[in-house]
């Protein structure tokens, strides 16, 4: 199977949590799937259909901490702006708050879209990842033939939150897998299981209503280890499919 692999590397990246407003803005480990989506049309210039775009990814960083930022809360008011007769409607109040930053973020970006390579090679927009002043470079950018194994390790990604049976590494988290920009950018969230150490596919449970799949996709050009290389865990963005997992339907 032929996949366009795309390796971004930037100083810093934050991602926040949306139901945080104020006070505190903690940040995902792992880019949710809704800002993996947005980077895609960030280079390509436009908003492209997400039906039957897959992706997977290996996302690492050097070192997290707190930075202070402000915002300006904004209200009504009522009368005269000082030393003037116009009318005054609204004032602003300065709020610090901390926001956590990731340090020295790497994403290798797995798409089974092996003909937006040109697009990523001269992405349309600077390129982000996060908020818009976390600027990334694009270091390496190729059409990568992922092939097909009876085993494989997985590490800095995520999994299909089902998958929590199988494997005790990790951690759930509620993450935004779709914003529809259709619907004035109503987002729809998914179940993720973020998993950082790595983990053998040899020491996944097996379960009756969970098997695990006999073949995996791997990338056969990192590091080995225990005679295999990194499983690729493919996403959707919309369907009913959700989280393809490993399954090497995609090939």
Same mark, same amino acid.
């Given at each position: 199977?032929?996949?366009?692999?795309?390796?971004?590397?930037?100083?810093?990246?934050?991602?926040?949590?949306?139901?945080?407003?104020?006070?505190?803005?903690?940040?995902?480990?792992?880019?949710?799937?809704?800002?993996?989506?947005?980077?895609?049309?960030?280079?390509?210039?436009?908003?492209?259909?997400?039906?039957?775009?897959?992706?997977?990814?290996?996302?690492?960083?050097?070192?997290?901490?707190? $930075?202070?930022?402000?915002?300006?809360?904004?209200?009504?008011?009522?009368?005269?702006?000082?030393?003037?007769?116009?009318?005054?409607?609204?004032?602003?109040?300065?709020?610090?708050?901390?926001?956590?930053?990731?340090?020295?973020?790497?994403?290798?970006?797995?798409?089974?879209?092996?003909?937006?390579?040109?697009?990523?090679?001269?992405?349309?927009?600077?390129?982000?990842?996060?908020?818009?002043?976390?600027?990334?470079?694009?270091?390496?950018?190729?059409?990568?033939?992922?092939?097909?194994?009876?085993?494989?390790?997985?590490?800095?990604?995520?999994?299909?939150?089902?998958?929590?049976?199988?494997?005790?590494?990790?951690?759930?988290?509620?993450?935004?897998?779709?914003?529809?920009?259709?619907?004035?950018?109503?987002?729809?969230?998914?179940?993720?299981?973020?998993?950082?150490?790595?983990?053998?596919?040899?020491?996944?449970?097996?379960? $009756? $209503?969970?098997?695990?799949?006999?073949?995996?996709?791997?990338?056969?050009?990192?590091?080995?280890?225990?005679?295999?290389?990194?499983?690729?865990?493919?996403?959707?963005?919309?369907?009913?499919?959700?989280?393809?997992?490993?399954?090497?339907?995609?090939?």
């Amino acid at each position: 199977m032929q996949v366009l692999r795309v390796t971004a590397e930037g100083p810093t990246t934050s991602f926040r949590y949306p139901h945080f407003m104020y006070g505190i803005q903690p940040s995902y480990e792992m880019p949710p799937p809704a800002t993996i989506y947005g980077h895609i049309c960030n280079a390509l210039g436009e908003w492209v259909d997400p039906a039957g775009v897959f992706f997977g990814y290996h996302f690492t960083f050097s070192a997290m901490f707190d $930075d202070v930022e402000h915002v300006l809360l904004l209200r009504r008011s009522t009368g005269k702006l000082k030393g003037t007769r116009l009318p005054k409607t609204t004032e602003a109040e300065m709020i610090p708050f901390k926001r956590t930053i990731l340090f020295r973020p790497k994403l290798v970006l797995y798409i089974n879209r092996p003909e937006w390579e040109c697009s990523f090679r001269s992405p349309r927009y600077a390129v982000a990842l996060g908020r818009s002043q976390d600027l990334f470079t694009y270091t390496d950018v190729r059409i990568l033939d992922m092939q097909l194994s009876s085993k494989a390790y997985f590490e800095h990604t995520l999994l299909p939150y089902g998958m929590n049976l199988q494997t005790g590494a990790g951690y759930a988290a509620l993450m935004p897998r779709y914003l529809d920009y259709q619907r004035r950018r109503a987002p729809v969230f998914e179940r993720y299981l973020v998993l950082k150490r790595r983990v053998h596919s040899d020491e996944l449970v097996k379960v $009756d $209503d969970l098997r695990e799949p006999r073949r995996y996709l791997v990338d056969a050009t990192t590091e080995e280890d225990r005679g295999t290389h990194l499983g690729i865990v493919f996403h959707s963005f919309i369907g009913d499919e959700g989280s393809v997992g490993t399954l090497a339907s995609l090939a």
